[in-house]
Each structure stands twice: as C-alpha cells, then as structure tokens.
C-alpha cells in the first residue's frame, strides 16, 4: 500500500462543494432546518445543478461515469455542514444511482437513471420495519402478484422511512414468497409515494432531522410488475441485491456523515479553544484541552485513511466488504467519542443550539446505529474472515 495526493478532479470537487456551502447553507439557516426537520429541496435542486447526482450513474444513462470516490468526497464535503444535503444526496445518488445502477433491469435504468442523473427523483428506504431491525431477512410486509400477473399488490408497515414523504418512490424490501425459504422469499419493488392505500406517520427523534422519519402503512397498494426491481428477474431474488456490491457502498456513504460531522466537531472545538479565555489565559494553552484537541486529529486522520480506502479499494471494483465493516464499525463509533471529547472543549456552549456542536452529537449518536448496527459489522468481519464457531 502506498499514499499520494488526491487528483485534480477531487480536489476541485471539494473547493466547488466548499463554496457551495458558503453560499447556499449558511449555519444559521442550517440550525432553522434542523429544528423544523425541513429537507430544503430547493438548495437540493441547485447542487445537483452542479451535476454532482451523475457521479453514480455511468455516461450512457446520462450520468458523467461512476465514480464512488468523488461522490463519497461530495458527501463528506456537506456532512462538514449537516446533514441536510447529504442525506438528500444520499437519496438521490446512492439509494437511487447506485441501487438502479447495480440492480435495475435495462428498462428501468433507462426510466430512472438520467432522472437521478439530474437529482430529478429521489428514493427512500423501506427496509425496517416494527418487527425487524437488523435481521432485515424477517421482513414482514408482504408482496403477492395479481391473478393475471400484471400488478403487486403490497401489504404491512415499514419504519423509519426518512424522508419517505419527500420522495417519488420507497425502495421496499418485501416477502415476496410465504412458502419458499429464508433468503429465497424477498423481492425489492420501487412504491411510489402517491399511490393510493400509503399512508404515513412520523416517529419523534432528537439526530438525523434533515427529513421526518417514521412508518410507512402499506395497505393494499397495487403497483406494475414493472416496477420489481430488476424486473421479472427480482422477484424472490432480493436478498442478493440487498447484500451484493450496493452494500458495500451503502455502509460507505452513511460512514462517510460521519466522517465529515467529526471533522466539523474537530475544526469547530479548535477554533472555540483559540476564542475562549478562562484563568487569564485562552484555553487552548491549558494542556489537557491541547491532549483532548491532539487525540481528536490523531482519531479523526486514522478514520480518514480507513474510509478513503475502502472507498478507493469500492472505487476499483474490488472486493470490500471486510473494509467497508470495519470501516463503519470503526468510523461510526469513533466519530462519535471525538465529537463527545469536542463538546466538553466547549464547555456549556457544547450543549447550546446557537452552536452546531450538540446538533454534530445528536447526529452521530445515530450513526452506530443506522445502515447496520456497530454489532452487525463485528457479526459481518468475523464471518467474511471465517472465524469458526460451534
Ligand atoms: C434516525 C434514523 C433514521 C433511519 N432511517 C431509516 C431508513 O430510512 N430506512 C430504514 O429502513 N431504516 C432506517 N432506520 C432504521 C435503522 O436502519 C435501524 O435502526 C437499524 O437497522 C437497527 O435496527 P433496530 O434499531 O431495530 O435494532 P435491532 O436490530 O433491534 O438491534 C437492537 C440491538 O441489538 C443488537 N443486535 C441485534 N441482533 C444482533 C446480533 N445478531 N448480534 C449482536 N447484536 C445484535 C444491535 O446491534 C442493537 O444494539 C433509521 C433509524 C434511525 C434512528
């Protein structure tokens, strides 16, 4: 393994996405988001004018060619602001680029991708439900096909879908097969959010608000065959799509938030360490903030070279599931303490919402929870790296 700059292109992702930031998503009007749970797609619209949305979609459905690592850049990139964009972008190019791209049949990538292309459409997830968590195999909601075949009709709840409303379709993960056997018996459908029998209702949370989350009731919601993902082929065969490359990716970008919201803790109890004054000195010469700020960067540039490998090693096509584990498992938890040591440099004002610094925790509290739990990832490394057991 060797290291070098990242190239140009990168580099001038990260200046455009800066500036887009400084311009469109001032902190305040971030923190007004955040306490409405306020998606602000009309910011949304203008990133993905920058053509950024492409960046999961190959040239010939309308995308500029896949390119994991540049996108990962653009979410680390807003992360550093909130998630407020990132998660929309996450929607659209990731929960949409990349799953249409790896699993849609050849009419739906050429349906869908040049619209995700443009950041015109945007997806949920519909993979949880009250009953299921992490063993997403136990899905409930149900999904049988029409006397003549042509329809699916589809049946159960799903919970914490965020952003389901503002979305054109939820990726639903279904059981699409009561007889056949465990992992035999899913199917992913694309529902769209208007079709008749949907309703929704919202789930009170305190981190991730850049969109309301809660449950999706699907009752007797009749959609086209067309739209199994991956066409006639999908059905029942949904389990190999939800654990196939796209999964590697998933845990990849929802480790990269949290990369970029603990280098916004970082940078943010820095700056606060070079302003506040306490015992006639700034408290950035009292050694213990000076420790606490030294292991903040030393955890923070180990998290760094963890993710952008693994992305890299995505980026290549290589084989990744171990790295973008441990990856999660690592970032997911370790961003978290940096960000909890950050708040205490900042004393009170760590906990006060005219800062962003209470706002980074409550995110990041999240974030060894969502996209598989910390414990899914140990379950996921030992068992890629064959540790036997009884
Ligand atoms: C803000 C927010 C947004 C979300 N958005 C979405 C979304 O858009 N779409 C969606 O589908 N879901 C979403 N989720 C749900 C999220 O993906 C789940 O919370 C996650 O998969 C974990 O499921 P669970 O909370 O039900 O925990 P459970 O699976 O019930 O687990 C509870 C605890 O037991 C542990 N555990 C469970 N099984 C094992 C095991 N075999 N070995 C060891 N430990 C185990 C877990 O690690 C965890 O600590 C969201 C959650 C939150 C908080």
């Known amino acids: 393994m060797y290291f070098q ?48 949305c492409g960046l999961t979609v190959d040239e010939q459905y309308g995308g500029i060619g896949r390119d994991i690592y540049a996108a990962l850049v653009v979410i680390e990139e807003l992360a550093r ?10 929607h659209t190019a990731f929960y949409g680029g990349i799953n249409i791209s790896e699993s849609g049949s050849e009419a739906q990538k050429q349906a869908y991708l040049p619209k995700l292309a443009r950041g015109e459409l945007m997806f949920a997830y519909g993979l949880s439900e009250p009953d299921v968590g992490g063993d997403l195999a136990d899905v409930r909601t149900t999904a049988r096909r029409t006397s003549d075949g042509a329809h699916v009709i589809i049946n159960g709840t799903k919970r914490w879908c965020t952003a389901a409303r503002e979305s054109d379709f939820i990726y639903c993960l279904v059981r699409s097969d009561t007889e056949a056997p465990r992992y035999h018996n899913l199917s992913f459908v694309l529902v769209p959010t208007d079709a008749p029998g949907i309703s929704f209702s919202d789930i009170e949370h305190t981190g991730l608000r850049y969109a309301k989350t809660g449950d999706v009731i699907l009752d007797d919601v009749q959609i086209p065959v067309e739209n199994i993902v991956g066409g006639e082929a999908g059905w029942n065969t949904g389990w190999s799509k939800l654990i196939g490359p796209a999964l590697d990716v998933e845990r990849l970008e929802i480790t990269t938030c949290a990369l970029g919201i603990a280098h916004a803790a970082v ?83 760590g906990l006060a919402t005219e800062y962003d610094m209470e706002r980074y925790v409550r995110d990041l509290m999240c974030m060894p929870i969502v996209g598989g739990s910390s414990n899914m990832q140990r379950n996921n490394i030992t068992g890629q790296l064959h540790l036997a057991r009884d």
Request: aromatic letters at 8%; charged letters at 25%.
């Open 5 to 52: 700059e990242e190239p140009e292109h990168i580099l001038i992702i990260r200046q455009q996405i800066k500036r887009f930031i400084a311009e469109e998503m001032p902190r305040d009007l971030v923190r007004q988001w955040d306490r409405d749970m306020h998606m602000p797609k009309d910011v949304m619209c203008k990133l993905a004018k920058l053509g950024v």
């Open 81 to 90: 602001r909130s998630m407020h964009l990132a998660g929309p972008f996450i």
């Open 267 to 349: 940078e943010d109890a820095w700056q606060y360490a070079q302003e506040r004054r306490q015992f006639g000195k700034l408290i950035s010469s009292h050694q213990a903030i000076r420790h606490t700020l030294a292991d903040a960067k030393t955890k923070l540039q180990a998290c760094d070279h963890m993710l952008y490998h693994a992305a890299w090693l995505a980026n290549e096509g290589k084989p990744c599931a171990v790295e973008s584990s441990m990856a999660k498992l690592f970032i997911g938890e370790t961003a978290l303490e940096i960000a909890l040591e950050c708040q205490k440099v900042m004393g009170a004002y």
